[in-house]
T-cell receptor, first 114, second 115 residues
Framework: EPEVTQTPSHQVTQMGQEVILRCVPI?????FYWYRQILGQKVEFLVS????????KSEIFDDQFSVERPDGSNFTLKIRSTKLEDSAMYFC????????????FGPGTRLTVT | AQKVTQAQTEISVVEKEDVTLDCVYE???????LFWYKQPPSGELVFLIR??????QNEISGRYSWNFQKSTSSFNFTITASQVVDSAVYFC????????????FGGGTRVLVKP
């Protein structure tokens, strides 16, 4: 069964460093998403991406964040200068189409900023 | 704006007991979708069910059942004859046409099933 994959599974970085989190969505899916879950809290939407551009972003997704689909398979989330409060689990998700299709989540990348 | 409330933060049961998780939502959309996801201790999010706003029929899948009541804006989830493997955090989520494709999650309910 096709699945969303994410690398790395765990990333440790120092405050102020740039990190890139990588995702490979399911191949025939058209919509891509990033969500964040701070430890012990709920899952929060960051950004959605369709047709090679951001379709929606939350207030969390400030100028420190960017997303890219550099080729036909990868979908990346870049945090330019990490802060302690960026420590969280980051989930990538993809769906065939928009609202009426379920989003399939990857296993997540745990980001620890020290 | 969309909002999902899961009032129960943690429920503890003994194996074989039934457990019902409450979910109440708010949305201005007339067309919307409701979801349940399971997050086991390993951390991944496992999709359980999707229900659209026009389909109020209750659903049963094995030991899982869902009760959607539009009149009370609720989408409750029952695990029948719980097992230790059901121990996880369960999230209710909502998406709607006007609010875009994003999922709005509730705070989650941690279910602990003791042997």
């Amino acid at each position: 069964e096709p699945e969303v994959t994410q690398t790395p599974s765990h990333q440790v970085t120092q405050m102020g460093q740039e990190v890139i989190l990588r995702c490979v969505p399911i191949s025939n899916h058209l919509y891509f998403y990033w969500y964040r879950q701070i430890l012990g809290q709920k899952v929060e939407f960051l950004v959605s991406f369709y047709n090679n551009e951001i379709s929606e972003k939350s207030e969390i997704f400030d100028d420190q964040f960017s997303v890219e689909r550099p080729d036909g398979s990868n979908f990346t989330l870049k945090i330019r200068s990490t802060k302690l409060e960026d420590s969280a689990m980051y989930f990538c998700a993809s769906s065939e189409a928009g609202t009426d299709f379920e989003q399939y989540f990857g296993p997540g990348t745990r980001l620890t900023v020290t | 704006a969309q909002k999902v409330t899961q009032a129960q933060t943690e429920i503890s049961v003994v194996e074989k007991e039934d457990v019902t998780l409450d979910c109440v939502y708010e949305t201005r959309d007339t067309t919307y979708y409701l979801f349940w996801y399971k997050q086991p201790p390993s951390g991944e999010l496992v999709f359980l069910i999707r229900r659209n706003s026009f389909d109020e029929q209750n659903e049963i899948s094995g030991r899982y059942s869902w009760n959607f009541q539009k009149s009370t804006s609720s989408f409750n989830f029952t695990i029948t004859a719980s097992q230790v493997v059901d121990s996880a955090v369960y999230f209710c989520a909502l998406s709607g046409w006007a609010a875009g494709n994003k999922l709005t999650f509730g705070g989650g309910t941690r279910v602990l099933v003791k042997p």
